[in-house]
Nanobody, 124 residues
């Protein structure tokens, strides 16, 4: 399985972006798919995850109410809609698939495949 993350870019504070994660094979329906982000010198941080059924969504407190994760199995795609962006949201964003239980969505080691990352820069 190869994951391709896209949709990053430069946006002003308060703006919106939608990130996409697509799979080379139609296997996203078999996994939990999550978004993480990483800034230089920091570990990757969990943002949002969604179960293969489309339920079981979970968000980090830092993005709850601003980011929305969704999936489209027909397109083997998972999206992260980001609104009310802040400069501190600037990071490289990664999608990942694995089979963590709900309480462990934020455990990086439980994900099998990672996308290459897409840069998001929010200007003040």
């Amino acid at each position: 399985v190869q994951l391709q993350a896209s949709g990053g870019g430069l946006v002003q504070a308060g703006g919106s972006l939608r990130l996409s994660c697509t799979a080379s094979e139609g296997t996203l329906s078999s996994y939990v798919i999550s978004w993480f982000r990483q800034t230089p010198g920091q570990e990757r941080a969990f943002l949002a995850g969604i179960r293969r059924t489309g339920s079981g969504t979970k968000y980090a407190d830092s993005v709850k109410g601003r980011f929305t994760i969704s999936k489209d199995d027909s397109k083997s795609a998972v999206y992260l809609q980001m609104t009310s962006l802040k400069p501190e949201d600037s990071a490289v964003y990664y999608c990942a698939v694995g089979r963590p239980v709900y309480s462990a969505y934020d455990h990086m080691g439980l994900y099998y495949y990672w996308g290459q990352g897409t840069q998001v820069t929010v200007s003040s």
